[in-house]
Each structure stands twice: as C-alpha cells, then as structure tokens.
C-alpha cells in the first residue's frame, strides 16, 4: 500500500506540473501495486482524458466509482469524462452529486458551468461559478472563468476587473493572464494582448485558451491570415461529413455558375469566376502552412517556466 500512495503522490505531481503522459505512468504503476485504489482509477481517468484517451478514461472512471461510490472526487470525474463523451444528462447526475457530498469543492462548479454552456443554459453559468466562488473567494480559475463569459458577453469593464483581482491574487496565472489579454484585445491594445498571451504560454505551453487568443491575435494584426482563420474555425463548426458537404456543394455552385455566365456570353466574368476559384482553392490550401509559420514564429520566445 506505501508503495501505491508514492506512486500516486508521484502522479499527482506530474498533474500539477501538466505532464499527464508522465502521471500516468506514475499512476499506472500505483494501481500494480494496488488495482482497488479508487483515488488513482479516478486521477488516471483524469489524465486519460487530458491526453485524449476518453474511452479509456471512461473505464477508469467507472471503476473508480465502483471501489468508492461514496467520495465526491470519483463523481466529479466521472462527470468529467461523461461531459467529454458528450453525455450530457449522466455528466449532470455525477456534478450533482459530487457537489451534494462536497459542495465546498471548488472546481465541481466550474465544471457544472461548463456543462451549461455546452448546453446552452447560459443563464446559470455565472451565478454557478459565483456559488462555488462563495466557498473559496480567491480561486483564480473561477475568477478568470467568471471573467471570460463577461467578456464573451461585451462587458468588458467587469472581465478587467476580475482578470486584475485574480492577477493580483496569482501573478502568474495562466488564465488570468489569458483573460486579460482578451481584454486588451477587445479594447485594441494587440501588444498587450500580445504580452499576456505569451505570459499564459509560459506557464502552459499547451493551453487551448491562450493558443487562440494568439490566434486572435494574429488574425488581428494580419488580414490575410485573419480571414483564412475565420474561414476554418466556420468550416470547424461543422465536422467531417458536412464539411465535405460543403466543398462539394460549393464546387457545384462554381461550376454552374462558370457554366451560365459562358452559356449568356460573359466570357469574361467566366474567366474573373475561374480565376477567383484558382486563387480561393490556392489560398485555403496554402493557407494552414503560412498560418502554422508564422504562429511558430510569434511563440519562439515563448520558454516553458521551471518548476524545480
């Protein structure tokens, strides 16, 4: 059993640190110490899901509520993958739950107001975060989460204020720093912007939220590449098959359109549609390479910040 808790203990360290393939090694080898250990089912289900293994971390995550169907922690987890998986009305019974037998647990409520995004009650986002934020006032993750929906929804004087308190609480909060970098954006200062985004880098390399403010950002100051980044993150919006849909269907409109201006004797409008075609099918194709280059290099001096 000692040698399954320093193992454990092990893996959380890595979590913290962000390395979630090296926790889960860690993790993997507490439970060949000890396969009933619910607190490491349920972190390696945890990690699973930071490293994209979602099937797997469902099986974690429901073992581990089999060997402690009593903890929080096992439930917000299995909220967790059920929220990944999509399944909507399970991640909500786990959340509940979790917060019914530990309802000073923080991150439960951030994660319920992630649930009522992706289900479109966004009028329970803040007040969610808000009641979690009434058990731990300083919890930065929650003030820059309560901060980024007031920026989503224009209200830029207040995202500022809760970026500036969690800033102030945690200097180095990737979040916070995120935040206010969205800010800053929105008010037009890019080099701010730009500043924050690199400092919420340092701290994780990784993060999906200050990877696409730089996008932003980049959008911002560029137009070429603005609009080759709003064309994807439109195409996106609709998944493999209907992007598909949409490429074809568009071709189709190219081709009968070309076809009736050659048809009502608009040679040259036929050759301008031919070559904005040309040039549209070039620069969609071109586009992720040059977006890719020049991202690249915006984050060269971007320098992971030690932990040790």
Known sequence: MASADRYLNLG?????LGNFTGATTFLCQALSFDPEHAVAHANLALCLVRTRRIHAAAYEAQRALELAPQESFTHSIAGIVALERQ???????????ARRL???????????????????????????????????????????????????????GLAAQYAE??????PDSGEAHTLMGGVALRRGNIEAAREHALLALRQDPGSID?????????????????LWWRWNTW?????????????????AVYRVAHQLLID??????????????????????????????TLAKELEP????PDF
């Open 165 to 170: 308190t969690a800033l102030k609480i945690e």
């Open 12 to 16: 959380v360290v890595q979590m913290r």
């Open 210 to 226: 200050a990877l696409h403010l730089m996008c932003r950002i980049k959008t911002r100051s560029n137009p070429l590449l603005g």
């Open 302 to 305: 971007v320098t992971v910040k």
């Open 87 to 97: 399944q909507y009305r399970k991640a909500e019974e786990h959340l509940n739950e």
């Open 102 to 156: 530990d309802p000073t647990e923080v991150p439960i409520y951030r994660c319920l107001a992630l649930l009522y995004r992706q289900t479109h009650r966004d009028d329970l986002i803040v007040p969610t975060l808000l009641e979690g934020l009434k058990h731990e006032p300083q919890d930065v993750s929650s003030l820059a989460a309560v901060g980024s929906r007031h920026l989503e929804l224009g209200e830029v």
């Open 264 to 293: 009502n004797g608009l040679a040259g409008f036929a050759t301008a549609l031919f070559l904005f075609w040309i040039a549209f099918c070039i620069y969609t194709w071109i586009g992720h390479g040059m977006f890719q280059r």
């Open 235 to 251: 195409m996106e919006r609709f998944g493999v098959k209907m992007t598909l849909l949409v490429l074809v269907g568009s071709w």
